[in-house]
């Protein structure tokens, strides 16, 4: 309707605003990806909101809820979810000074994203090494807080999935192929022992329910 029509004009005209002054390139791994799509989206959606309050003409059009059973779709739209509180938090802590300072020094990580509290401290997800040896590599990645949340919530329950994969302090993956299968090595670390438990417990349920086999663990 044309209440609606305010709000999408307010934040199309953000993303104008956006480019002119700042010219974020979206680009790097996913997790990476993710943050920088949540800045953009979430200043965009703060506005909108902004504007249509002030202006009493109400009106929305953004996403509140992730379909959870369309992972794809899910993971695309988390920067939706969480963008708007990002803003939100920032502009409360240091008005649009802060909110542009993000723009000239984003978040590196949904973590920061989806914690900002972890944005304003400086704390930064650790660099994971991964080896594959004898793998011919078709893609090197990091999938993030963001990525675990959505796999997680598949399966269970966005509440439970926020938490086990609030313990997430890092991760890559690599993909490639041997002479005879494709592989996926994907290592993680947790902030602590017993966020590495809550994963692996979760994960396991997840394989059992896809009817997958654990052939080996490793103890932490």
């Given at each position: 309707g044309g209440n609606t029509t305010?709000?999408?004009?307010?934040?199309?005209?953000?993303?104008?605003?956006?480019?002119?002054?700042?010219?974020?390139?979206?680009e790097g791994t996913l997790d990476k990806v993710l943050a920088l799509k949540s800045l953009i989206e979430g200043d965009a959606d703060f506005?909108?909101?902004?504007?249509?309050?002030?202006?009493?003409?109400?009106?929305?059009?953004?996403?509140t809820q992730l379909?959870?059973?369309?992972p794809h779709?899910?993971?695309?739209?988390?920067?939706?979810i969480y963008g708007e509180k990002f803003i939100k938090y920032l502009y409360d802590l240091g008005g649009w000074e802060l909110v542009n300072k993000a723009f000239r020094n984003p978040p590196e990580s949904m973590e920061q994203v989806i914690h900002p509290e972890k944005y304003v401290s400086n704390e930064k997800p650790t660099n994971v090494t991964l080896s594959a040896?004898?793998?011919?590599?078709?893609?090197?990645?990091?999938?993030?807080?963001?990525?675990?949340?959505?796999?997680?919530?598949?399966?269970?329950?966005?509440?439970?999935?926020?938490?086990?994969?609030?313990?997430?302090?890092?991760?890559?993956?690599?993909?490639?192929?041997n002479t005879t299968h494709k592989i996926i090595y994907w290592k993680i670390m947790w902030d602590t022992a017993r966020d590495t438990e809550e994963f692996y417990n979760a994960y396991m349920g997840i394989i059992t329910k896809r009817a997958g086999v654990q052939i080996s663990k490793n103890t932490w």
């Open positions: 305010y709000r999408v004009i307010a934040h199309e005209l953000e993303h104008i605003l956006q480019y002119q002054y700042f010219g974020i390139r979206i506005v909108a909101d902004m504007y249509v309050s002030e202006k009493g003409v109400g009106g929305t059009s953004k996403i379909p959870v059973n369309d779709i899910a993971i695309e739209l988390t920067p939706y040896e004898g793998l011919n590599v078709i893609h090197v990645d990091v999938l993030g807080e963001a990525y675990i949340y959505v796999l997680i919530a598949r399966y269970y329950n966005e509440s439970y999935a926020y938490e086990v994969a609030s313990g997430w302090g890092g991760d890559k993956l690599i993909y490639g192929t």
